[in-house]
């Protein structure tokens, strides 16, 4: 179906190239509007660029996939307003993807396209945080957590409350990211206030002031993390839970993984298609296929990836999948919040909040 | 006359006129929209319309920790530059004056070799050898079997020994020339006055190369107060400068009018720093 799609749309775009004729050439961005192609911006090894995954859609599909990349979301938003029509397949997360739709960056998606949509737990596909109006904006693909990490030849018991950060016996054992909202969340969460919107910041900022003589560095990236935790820098951490199932499953690090009794930071990503998407049908039928079970479990066993969205694809994993048992904790799933939206001002406060307390971490 | 004066300007037109071309295009123009972009109430690349406003200022001013973000980065600089001049210094002289023929040539080798790097590259490399259990922990280890261990990774230190490494040769570079200008002659005559090596050098040498020091100190202070990826890097939780928030403004809350306020508000110290210290510099040159 698609390979004829993409035949006719040449040939159309031939002989619109021929009526234009020289037109085209000073319009290089039509060469691209062919069906045979489309652009994903993702975050850079974020499952829509593994390679065999790639060919494996191209032999189905007759699709090539290019990526762009972006490194914060305020980048992809950039990205998407400054180059409309560049991109089909846009990754949004929970914060983000009203963010994309209220401004008309990403369009409505066609449901009935994406073949595995019925299968999607509900709570994820059908959040408002993915839709406005009653139309769906992004097609939930995978969610995680962001809670706690901890060396498991360290802690005996296991810690269970956020407060091991805090633990004056983890003195220059504690790692967090450099990120202002995961930053301001945690001390929301240990100050107990709503997470995404802290009604009292100061008591935030001096809370997170207290990890100073705990902060063993700052991390910025997975690959950091498995260097700084396999050289013993750091104890325990807060820390992404697909990339905490890598760190045990690849690099056989000794890893144990818990929502804290007071809350942990939930997000899910959204696929959306760009507005002005040039392979809008393409974009459907990769989405499709990124949601798809037989790409999920060679994704997550053989890579590690955070949980899907799709119920189905979770089941599909083997038991003993150390993915499917950090998120299959339900009593966990119930503690977390999920990241929402924040105002222009509040990323500013968050921000600058954050700057203090490093800029305190650094005295 | 006229027509050689003529002729003159014209030729003086066409040397320079392409580098300032260049240099209004490439610098200016950016700079301009940047500092515009500065009084912008919201990112230019937001849909609804911006207007104009000082609240970025006005929040440099109201928070304390972005001022001594900027006291830190010009300190940084400062002792960036200083370790530079230390270093760089005795090495210029000697390239200058002792070493000759081929060694001088190996020697410059090396001092340009970072250059063929790139700058992140040799950053890690430097987290590389710095970390605990790194190259520099190891070698340590294998000449005091005893020692303790190294880890200087993920503070002051390792920034520091990061942007001298990557700003050196400016420092070499900018000395060695002013050095190597100096007739053989004028040192002769010195000494032939009764000169020791000590009044030699403070009376006539060091003063003959301080346009050179200035150059190497300019080109090292400006961008080691900038610096942000070392800090960052090197520095972990220790790393603090104003370069970093400046950074976290356009990638990470995208509040590209905020960062450039920031820029601004450096570029300004930094050039009343350089104001300042202008006529000093104008006067210990005068007399030469």
Aim: charged share 20%.
């Amino acid at each position: 179906m698609s390979k004829l799609n993409s035949r006719i749309s040449r040939r159309r775009f031939v002989a619109g190239a021929g009526a234009v004729g020289l037109g085209v050439l000073a319009a290089p961005r039509i060469v691209r509007a062919q069906d045979g192609k489309i652009t994903v911006l993702n975050w850079q090894g974020y499952g829509t660029d593994e390679k065999w995954a790639l060919e494996a859609f191209k032999k189905a599909t007759g699709i090539e996939v290019v990526h762009d990349y972006f490194n914060s979301e305020p980048e992809m938003i950039t990205k998407l307003r400054t180059n409309p029509g560049a991109y089909d397949v846009v990754l949004t997360n929970s914060a983000w993807n009203g963010v994309a739709s209220g401004e008309g960056l990403v369009d409505a998606i066609d449901t009935s396209q994406i073949s595995h949509f019925g299968d999607l737990n509900p709570s994820l596909r059908d959040s408002s945080l993915l839709s406005k109006d009653g139309k769906v904006y992004g097609v939930s693909w995978v969610w995680g957590m962001t809670a706690i990490a901890y060396n498991t030849e360290k802690f005996n018991p296991a810690p269970d409350s956020v407060e091991v950060l805090w633990d004056p016996k983890n003195a220059k054992r504690v790692s967090v990211r450099d990120d202002a909202i995961e930053g301001v969340s945690y001390g929301a969460i240990a100050t107990g206030q709503d997470m995404n919107h802290p009604k009292d910041l100061d008591k935030v900022k001096a809370k997170l002031l207290g990890l100073k003589p705990q902060i063993a560095t700052l991390w910025s990236s997975e690959d950091e993390w498995n260097k700084l935790f396999q050289s013993g820098t750091f104890d325990v951490s807060v820390y992404w839970s697909g990339s905490a199932a890598r760190s045990k499953n690849n690099f056989k690090l000794p890893v144990g993984y818990m929502v804290p009794k007071e809350g942990g930071i939930g997000w899910f990503d959204g696929l959306a298609v760009a507005s002005n998407a040039p392979n809008s049908s393409g974009a459907h039928e990769f989405i499709d296929y990124m949601i798809d079970p037989t790409f999920y479990v060679e994704w997550a066993t053989k890579i590690g990836a955070p949980a899907s969205a799709n119920t189905k694809a979770n089941e599909a994993l083997p038991a003993d999948d150390v993915g499917r048992q950090i998120h299959a904790d339900q009593a966990a799933i119930k503690r977390l919040q999920f990241m929402a939206p924040l105002s222009d001002e509040e990323r500013q406060a968050y921000s600058d909040l954050w700057t203090e307390v490093k800029a305190e971490f650094a005295k | 006359m006229a027509v050689a004066d003529r002729r003159n300007r014209g030729a003086i037109l066409a040397l320079t006129g392409p580098a300032y071309l260049w240099l209004t295009a490439t610098i200016f123009l950016p700079l301009s929209a940047m500092l515009y972009c500065s009084f912008l109430d919201k990112s230019p690349l937001v849909p609804q319309p911006p207007v104009l406003t000082l609240k970025h200022y006005a929040a440099f001013i109201d928070k304390a920790v972005y001022q001594q973000l900027m006291l830190w980065s010009l300190e940084l600089g400062a002792i960036v530059t200083l370790c530079c001049l230390v270093i760089g210094y005795p090495a210029a002289l000697a390239l200058a004056k002792v070493i000759k023929g081929r060694w001088r040539e190996a020697m410059f080798l090396m001092v340009v070799l970072p250059f063929w790097s790139n700058a992140l590259v040799r950053t890690f490399s430097w987290a590389m050898v710095l970390r605990p259990g790194g190259i520099a922990d190891q070698a340590i280890h294998v000449v005091v079997p005893g020692a303790p261990a190294l880890n200087v990774l993920y503070s002051y230190p390792a920034v520091v020994i990061g942007l001298v490494h990557s700003y050196l040769p400016y420092m070499i570079l900018t000395c060695y020339i002013s050095l190597q200008a100096i007739d053989d002659s004028v040192i002769e005559a010195a000494r032939s006055l009764g000169a020791r090596s000590g009044a030699l050098f403070r009376r006539v040498v060091f003063p003959m190369s301080l346009p050179g020091v200035l150059a190497g100190s300019a080109l090292i202070f400006v961008p080691a107060v900038g610096s942000f990826m070392e800090p960052r890097i090197l520095g972990g939780a220790k790393g603090a400068t104003l370069g970093m928030a400046i950074e976290e403004q356009f990638t990470v809350t995208a509040n590209w009018p905020f960062g450039a306020a920031l820029s601004f508000m450096m570029l300004a110290a930094v050039l009343l720093i350089c104001l300042a210290l202008y006529p000093v510099a104008r006067k210990r040159m005068e007399g030469l």
